[in-house]
């Protein structure tokens, strides 16, 4: 007879819950009297991993996991808390920001936030509508909800964890109780987070809960998913896609791998590992009197993060030097105004003191990687994978300054040279299924992604019709991948294309502009069910395609402006408007 001896409420996810069933269920005395026997004795013999004997004998008490992500890392911890709060004798809910319902908060007894910050102190694109709710009036009361928050962030920014931060206050002062003092993390978060894993699970667990706490060890390397262990590429074309006459370098680099491409969708990055130049590490060893460290020099240019200037470097270099400058640029507030557009050659420039090299490297982080959109898709480039870089250079405080990554590439990397990278997956930016519409919206190397896309629905004889929104700054300097657009357009694998290059005409025109001129078919489209995409710059342009599809609602639907964010607020929560920008 089969029968279901698994409760529900067993501290374990649904999911497992079934399949032990499956395998309980069906098992006969003999059976069920040895695993009974056998677990005993691991428990017993101090076999990992420690199972409790007993079932719990009440009901596993529930635990709300929400999480705010753009690029992953808050998704993967939140996974990690419920894996640790399951062991505990909790039963977990994870939920994506993105698909919040406020009411789930109310109604939970114990939650957990784990938000990252993006843009300039912004919540992750896909979070945005929830967030705006928990941060409006009408959000309701959540007297006696046991909540933590983890906060992930970068120093580099101004704004650092600012997300994390205002849900945390938003928490409280709707009568949420915290249990656990928020965590604000820099990028380096792996063995901190798992710290503060082990004292949430713990001071969200209630006596008796049925379980112990486990400690959850990630020894400062979280575990991989498969097929995202950096890798070494050679790089077998390196093309700069801009003329010689123009102001911009943009790089296409195709990449080959020894053991194969990893297992890339259209839509996910590769990280790449760069390093500093030279001449800057040369300059920044110079002013600290340390020209001649070898040791030092080698480390700083692979391994060190040796330009951000952040609040926390300033304080450090005021501790560690008790420089008077620095500590008054600190007491007097100035420290976080200075340090805009300024990098760590600027602090030791401006405020000279004798430093070793201790102290120096005490001044800088981990060097990090940077992520780039894969612009090619496997079932078209077989072994390789296209990136996209824009080399970064710009002007301030009366330096030239260059981008760490995009420099490393453009200037220091050829073809036949070798790249370190690692696969990013984003599960959030696929395509859909093969008959749904797909419009793009993809600026400057914005259109990186949309390559990838289009050599997919090629490959794949997709019926869905495909459009593209690409623009930059002129038409015959700037026309990123112009060739594999035109091909696209004749064998049908892109549908239609408009393009918007701003120097071109004496009004800059914009890929919003070209949104608002298509916005009957725009929205012909959408309203057949077409999936919107938009990736590239996140400071403005994103800003502004939204608020252009907006007005197009408004103006071709007759909606009120209210009804007309609505409209894409709908989209955003069917997942049809769907961003990677940065
Ligand atoms: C998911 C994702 C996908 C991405 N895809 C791509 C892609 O396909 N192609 C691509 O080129 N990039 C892409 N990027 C951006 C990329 O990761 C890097 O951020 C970019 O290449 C700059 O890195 P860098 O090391 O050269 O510059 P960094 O050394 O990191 O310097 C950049 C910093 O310099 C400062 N800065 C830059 N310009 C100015 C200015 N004008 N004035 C003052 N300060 C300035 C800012 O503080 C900025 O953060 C992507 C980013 C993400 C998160
Ligand atoms: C384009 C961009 C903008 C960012 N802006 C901020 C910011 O304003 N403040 C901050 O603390 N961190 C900022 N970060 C850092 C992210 O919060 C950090 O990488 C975090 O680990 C990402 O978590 P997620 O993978 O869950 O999205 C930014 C990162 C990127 C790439």
């Known amino acids: 007879m089969e029968m279901s001896p698994i409760p529900k409420t067993a501290p374990f996810a649904d999911e497992e819950i079934d399949l032990l069933n499956r395998v309980v269920g069906t098992a006969t005395p003999v059976q069920r009297a040895w695993l009974a026997g056998f677990l005993a004795g691991l428990d017993a013999s101090g076999g990992t991993p420690a199972v409790h004997p007993a079932a719990p004998a009440r009901p596993a008490e529930p635990l709300t996991i929400v999480f705010a992500s753009e690029s992953g890392n808050s998704e993967k911890l939140a996974g990690d808390i419920a894996k640790s709060a399951r062991k505990n004798g909790l039963k977990p809910t994870v939920i994506d920001m993105a698909d919040l319902d406020l009411s789930t908060l109310t109604k939970a007894k114990k939650l957990v936030f784990i938000a990252a910050t993006w843009g300039e102190g912004d919540p992750p694109a896909r979070a945005v509508p929830a967030y705006n709710e928990l941060m409006g009036e009408g959000a309701s009361r959540l007297d006696g909800v046991e909540f933590g928050v983890l906060a992930l962030g970068d120093t580099a920014y101004a704004e650092f964890c600012a997300v994390g931060k205002k849900i945390d206050e938003r928490l409280a002062a709707l009568g949420g109780?915290?249990?656990?003092?928020?965590?604000?993390?820099?990028?380096?978060?792996?063995?901190?987070?798992?710290?503060?894993?082990?004292?949430?699970?713990?001071?969200?667990?209630?006596?008796?809960?049925?379980?112990?706490?486990?400690?959850?060890?990630?020894?400062?390397?979280?575990?991989?998913?498969?097929?995202?262990?950096?890798?070494?590429?050679?790089?077998?074309?390196?093309?700069?896609?801009?003329?010689?006459?123009?102001?911009?370098?943009?790089?296409?680099?195709?990449?080959?791998?020894?053991?194969?491409?990893?297992?890339?969708?259209?839509?996910?990055?590769?990280?790449?590992?760069?390093?500093?130049?030279?001449?800057?590490?040369?300059?920044?060893?110079?002013?600290?009197?340390?020209?001649?460290?070898?040791?030092?020099?080698?480390?700083?240019?692979?391994?060190?993060?040796?330009?951000?200037?952040?609040?926390?470097?300033?304080?450090?270099?005021?501790?560690?030097?008790?420089?008077?400058?620095?500590?008054?640029?600190?007491?007097?507030?100035?420290?976080?105004?200075?340090?805009?557009?300024r990098q760590l050659v600027d602090l030791i420039a401006n405020f000279p003191i004798a430093l070793d090299a201790e102290k120096l490297r005490a001044l800088t982080r981990p060097l990090a990687p940077r992520a780039y959109s894969i612009a090619s898709s496997r079932r078209e480039v077989g072994?390789?994978?296209?990136?996209?870089?824009?080399?970064?250079?710009?002007?301030?405080?009366?330096?030239?300054?260059?981008?760490?990554?995009?420099?490393?590439?453009?200037?220091?990397?050829?073809?036949?040279?070798?790249?370190?990278?690692?696969?990013?997956?984003?599960?959030?930016?696929?395509?859909?299924?093969?008959?749904k519409d797909v419009i793009m919206v993809g600026p400057g190397t914005g259109v990186?992604?949309?390559?990838?896309?289009?050599?997919?629905?090629?490959?794949?004889?997709?019926?869905?019709?495909?459009?593209?929104?690409?623009?930059?700054?002129?038409?015959?300097?700037?026309?990123?991948?112009?060739?594999?657009?035109?091909?696209?357009?004749?064998?049908?694998?892109?549908?239609?294309?408009?393009?918007?290059?701003?120097?071109?005409?004496?009004?800059?025109?914009?890929?919003?502009?070209?949104?608002?001129?298509?916005?009957?078919?725009?929205?012909?489209?959408?309203?057949?069910?077409?999936?919107?995409?938009?990736?590239?710059?996140?400071?403005?342009?994103?800003?502004?395609?939204?608020?252009?599809?907006?007005?197009?609602?408004?103006?071709?639907?007759?909606?009120t402006p209210e009804a007309a964010e609505q409209a894409v607020v709908t989209l955003e929560r069917e997942k049809r408007y769907l961003q990677d920008t940065y």
């Open 177 to 341: 109780k915290r249990v656990i003092d928020r965590v604000d993390l820099d990028l380096e978060f792996a063995k901190p987070a798992a710290r503060w894993v082990g004292d949430a699970v713990k001071a969200l667990t209630p006596p008796n809960a049925g379980g112990r706490v486990i400690e959850v060890d990630f020894g400062g390397k979280p575990a991989a998913p498969a097929g995202t262990d950096i890798i070494e590429a050679e790089i077998t074309e390196h093309v700069d896609l801009n003329s010689s006459r123009s102001d911009k370098e943009t790089i296409h680099l195709a990449l080959s791998f020894e053991n194969g491409a990893p297992a890339y969708e259209p839509g996910d990055s590769l990280d790449l590992y760069p390093e500093n130049d030279p001449a800057y590490v040369d300059e920044l060893l110079k002013l600290a009197g340390l020209a001649g460290d070898e040791k030092l020099r080698s480390d700083f240019i692979k391994s060190r993060d040796v330009t951000t200037l952040s609040l926390k470097t300033v304080e450090t270099y005021a501790e560690k030097t008790g420089h008077q400058y620095v500590k008054a640029l600190i007491a007097d507030g100035q420290a976080r105004e200075w340090i805009a557009g």
């Open 383 to 435: 072994d390789e994978a296209h990136v996209l870089i824009s080399a970064v250079r710009y002007e301030s405080h009366g330096r030239a300054r260059k981008g760490v990554a995009s420099n490393y590439i453009a200037e220091r990397l050829k073809k036949g040279g070798r790249v370190r990278v690692k696969l990013k997956p984003n599960k959030h930016f696929a395509l859909p299924a093969p008959d």
């Open 448 to 559: 990186a992604p949309f390559r990838a896309f289009v050599q997919e629905r090629r490959a794949t004889e997709a019926s869905g019709r495909s459009w593209l929104f690409f623009g930059d700054r002129t038409f015959t300097h700037d026309f990123l991948y112009q060739l594999d657009w035109q091909d696209a357009l004749k064998d049908g694998a892109l549908t239609r294309m408009d393009v918007a290059f701003s120097r071109d005409t004496p009004e800059k025109i914009y890929v919003q502009h070209k949104l608002w001129d298509r916005r009957a078919e725009l929205v012909g489209w959408l309203d057949g069910g077409a999936y919107f995409y938009v990736c590239g710059d996140a400071k403005a342009m994103a800003k502004d395609v939204r608020s252009a599809l907006v007005r197009a609602f408004a103006d071709v639907k007759s909606l």
